[in-house]
Each structure stands twice: as structure tokens, then as C-alpha cells.
């Protein structure tokens, strides 16, 4: 007997039909002898809805008021699942994120979870009773409903699998795994049997939305074996691969890998805007003033260039801002015009950044240069790089986002035979 957490995200729940396969999916470890706990996102494209309607109810709307609507869609599919799984003689109920209760910090609309207590989860699932839990909510300091940001049922399940001491955390979804990049946009990605928890942890927070960041970083520090698996998946033939493990792709520690690769994925995010201000002084001070205004502004800053100065008196400086924080970054730099002294400031949004991930890189020389090689052959310029020890990221043209991961994909070697 085991243990188990099993997330279904919201294509998986999408009408009454596919819960219907989801509730299948449950059963089968139901009979199987496991204690389950499945948590549920809302029904595709819920969330969407629900953030607009907030939207326009009130563009500067209250975060907490916008938490209370956008958590609803979790609540319905919650209380669909469980309906469906009693409808199939599946002993289950529905739980809410302050039912259990998912203590959550105060930053509405992108908490983070402080704690929960599995004690009541724990208690019915050893009298075998399925939890279904809606994910991507819990409760705030002041008693009140907090979502955890986008993709946030992730961080539920893999959190909950935490507190009730889960053996394992399976993430069922509309892929078979994490791939190589994309498989939507590369047809030649291949599946991974399974990638580290640091190498993941680079790949979602560098574009790739199959699992939230903060999943990753919650399974990392907790050791929670996570798994990504394919919710299409015909519940009825479902059988473990040949390493005991199910069909899909393993999220562990690095030296569970055998076979490491140099370059492991390649990933993209087309949510970046880049901001460039020219001529201001060359000078000490300068770049602290810049970085300083926008630190205290919340924003996060990525990649900065600061050009060598032609004549020793004046440099631009570039740098790269998520695109939702740009006006607000345009205006941080113009309020600070009576002290920071330049002569324009430049701003381009259709940007992409395209990133290279393997922790096989520590130890190979020359990995950046083929990726600037590669895309100096097909003629995409670079507009700024920035890299750790693990990756290599280069800002380009949006319009050239398919041809550059397509390209780096097939450099590095990544491409199914
Ligand atoms: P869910 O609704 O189940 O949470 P998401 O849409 O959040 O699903 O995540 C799954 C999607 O992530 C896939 O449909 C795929 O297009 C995308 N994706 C991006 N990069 C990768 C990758 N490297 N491997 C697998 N899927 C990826
Ligand atoms: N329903 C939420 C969203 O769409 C959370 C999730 O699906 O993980 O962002
Ligand atoms: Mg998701």
C-alpha cells in the first residue's frame, strides 16, 4: 500500500467526460490498495474567465476580492470530481483549501503556502476515503480565500503530498512528461525519463509551464518525488514502465540520473520586455541608482548589458523586465529623471527569451558558443545573454522564436531519431 498524491490539471477536467476518466484514473489506485488524495485545477479555461470578469469588474481591483472569484473554478471541479467518484461507489469527498486548512502568506493572488496541517486529510485517508482537494487556494492570514498564482495547483499538490508524507506526487497532464522543449512547438522533442530537480527548476522558471516554479522548488527542498504523466492515458491499460516506474517523466536528485546529457532542454518565454536607457553617465553610482529604483519597485530585473562607454563620459545600459512590469518600469526610470541624468530610454516588448538547460555544462567548455554559432547561421542577432552555471539564455526577436528553439534543438542533439 501506498501513499498517494495525484494532480490533474485543467485540461484533464475539462467536462463532465474527462472527469469521468479522471475519477477512472483514481479508482484504479483506489483498488490498487493506495490511500489517494487528487488534487484538481479549475475546468480549462475557468480561471481565464474568472480573471477577466474580475478584470473588468475593476482594473485596480483588491486582491483578495479578485482571490475569492478566481478560486471558485477549483471549488466546482472539486465538487464535480467527488460527485462522480461517489456516483462510481468511490468512498470521496471535496475539500477546500481552508477546509484542511492551506495556511497561505498575505501577498494575495501569488501567496505562498506557510503550512498546512494533514491531520484531518491523513485521518480519512486511512479510513479510505479519497480527499479531493481543490488546488491553488488556501487561506490567508485574515481568514480569507488566497490563490497562489497561475499553474499554482502544482505547489498544492506537491505541498499536500508534503504534509500527509505522500510517496509519491503524480502530476497528470495533457503530455506524457516533460520534454526536451516544448512538444507543441517541437514536433522532434523527446519525452525525458527523468530530469533533476535543479535542471527543472531552471526549465520552469525559464518559460517552461509544465510545472509551476515553485512546485519544483517545494519538491526539491521537501524531497518529494514528483512524477508528470499523461491524464490521457487509457485508464484501464496503465502499466508500469520497465524501472517500476508509471509511463511519464521522474523529477529526482541529480545522482538518480545515470546518463547525464550536456544540454538537457531547451526553453522559451515570450513574457519579457526589454528596456534600454541611453547616455546616461559612465560613472560609480550609476547602475546602483537604476537597479536600486526598480528593486524598491518590486521589479525583477534578468539579463543587463551595459555597453563599454565610446568616449569615457556617457554608456546605455539595457536590461530585461517580465513584460507585465514594463510601464511601471518606463516610469520608474522616468520619475528618477531630476537625478539620473540620459538621454533617452527605449523600450521593445516583442522579445523571446530562449534558454539552453543541463547541469552537464559545469563541466563542458564551449556550450555557449555553439548556441551563438547557431543562431548566427540563420541570421538571428542577440540582443542581450545571460547565463549561470546550468544555463545559457539569449534575448532575440520574438518573430524568430520557433526557428531559434527548433535550431538549438537540434544542435545540442536533443532531436528524436
Ligand atoms: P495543466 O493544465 O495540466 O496544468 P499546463 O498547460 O499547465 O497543464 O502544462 C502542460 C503544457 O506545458 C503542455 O501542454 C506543453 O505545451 C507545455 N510545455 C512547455 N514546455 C514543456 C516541456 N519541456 N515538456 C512538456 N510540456 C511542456
Ligand atoms: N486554475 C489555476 C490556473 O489556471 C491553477 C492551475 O490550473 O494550476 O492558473
Ligand atoms: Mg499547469
Same mark, same amino acid.
Given at each position: 500500500?501506498? /501513499? ?16 469521468? !476518466? ?14 489517494? %488524495? ?9 480561471? !481565464?474567465?474568472?480573471?477577466?470578469? %474580475? ?9 483578495? #476580492? ?7 473554478? #477549483? &471549488? ?14 468511490? $468512498?470521496?469527498?471535496?475539500?477546500? +483549501? ?7 502568506? *498575505? ?20 479510513? !479510505? ?14 481568514? /480569507? ?5 497561475? +499553474? +499554482? ?36 522533442? /523527446? ?25 519544483? *522548488? ?41 546518463? &547525464? ?12 520586455? &526589454? ?47 517580465? $513584460?507585465?512590469?514594463? $510601464?511601471? %518600469?518606463?516610469?520608474?526610470? #522616468? ?10 530610454? *527605449? ?26 554559432? %547557431?543562431?548566427?547561421?540563420? !541570421? ?38
Amino acid at each position: 500500500m501506498a /501513499r498517494l498524491v495525484m494532480k490533474f490539471g485543467g485540461t484533464s477536467v475539462a467536462d463532465i467526460d474527462r472527469i469521468r !476518466n479522471v475519477a477512472r484514473h483514481v479508482k484504479r489506485e483506489v483498488d490498487a490498495g493506495h490511500q489517494v %488524495a487528487v488534487v484538481v485545477s479549475a475546468m480549462a479555461g475557468e480561471t !481565464n474567465k474568472l480573471v477577466a470578469l %474580475a478584470r473588468e469588474a475593476s482594473p485596480l481591483h483588491d486582491a483578495r #476580492e479578485y482571490d475569492a472569484v478566481v478560486a471558485s473554478g #477549483e &471549488q466546482v471541479s472539486s465538487g464535480l470530481l467527488a460527485l462522480v467518484l461517489q456516483a462510481m461507489g468511490v $468512498d470521496a469527498r471535496s475539500w477546500q +483549501g481552508w477546509q484542511i486548512p492551506i495556511r497561505t502568506d *498575505e501577498a494575495h493572488s501569488v501567496a505562498r503556502i506557510v503550512d498546512i496541517d494533514g491531520a484531518r486529510l491523513i485521518e480519512r485517508l486511512e479510513q !479510505n476515503q479519497v480527499a479531493v482537494v481543490a488546488g491553488f487556494q488556501g487561506i490567508s492570514p485574515d481568514n /480569507r480565500i488566497a490563490t497562489l498564482g497561475r +499553474g +499554482g495547483s502544482d505547489t498544492s499538490a506537491v505541498a499536500i503530498a508534503a504534509a500527509i508524507d505522500a510517496d509519491r506526487c503524480d502530476i497528470y497532464t495533457d503530455v506524457d512528461g516533460v520534454y526536451t522543449t516544448d512538444p507543441r512547438i517541437v514536433a522532434r522533442a /523527446r519525452r525525458l525519463e527523468k530530469v533533476s530537480f535543479e535542471e527543472m527548476l531552471e526549465m520552469a522558471s525559464l518559460g517552461a509551464k509544465v510545472l509551476q516554479v515553485r512546485s519544483v *522548488e517545494l519538491a526539491m527542498v521537501k524531497g518529494v518525488r514528483v512524477m508528470v504523466r499523461s491524464s490521457f492515458e487509457d485508464p484501464a491499460s496503465v502499466r508500469d514502465g520497465a524501472n517500476g516506474l508509471p509511463h511519464g517523466t521522474l523529477i529526482c536528485d541529480e545522482d538518480e540520473i545515470v546518463e &547525464q546529457q550536456v544540454v538537457t532542454g531547451i526553453a522559451y518565454s515570450k513574457e519579457e520586455a &526589454q528596456i534600454s536607457i541611453r547616455g546616461v553617465a559612465d560613472k560609480p553610482g550609476v547602475a546602483a541608482d537604476v537597479f536600486v529604483r526598480l528593486a524598491d519597485a518590486h521589479i525583477n530585473v534578468d539579463m543587463i548589458v551595459q555597453n563599454v562607454s565610446p568616449d569615457g563620459s556617457t554608456t546605455d545600459i539595457t536590461f530585461t523586465v517580465p $513584460d507585465a512590469s514594463y $510601464d511601471q %518600469a518606463k516610469q520608474v526610470i #522616468e520619475s528618477a529623471r531630476n537625478t539620473l541624468t540620459y538621454t533617452e530610454i *527605449e523600450g521593445v516588448r516583442d522579445v523571446v527569451k530562449v534558454s539552453v538547460v543541463g547541469v552537464g555544462m559545469r563541466s563542458h567548455a564551449g556550450v555557449a558558443a555553439r548556441a551563438f554559432q %547557431a543562431l548566427a547561421d540563420r !541570421n538571428i542577432n542577440i540582443l542581450a545573454i545571460s547565463t549561470s552555471e546550468i544555463k545559457i539564455s539569449v534575448l532575440i526577436d520574438q518573430a524568430y522564436t520557433e526557428l531559434a528553439v527548433r535550431t538549438l534543438h537540434s544542435v545540442y542533439g536533443l532531436d528524436k531519431q
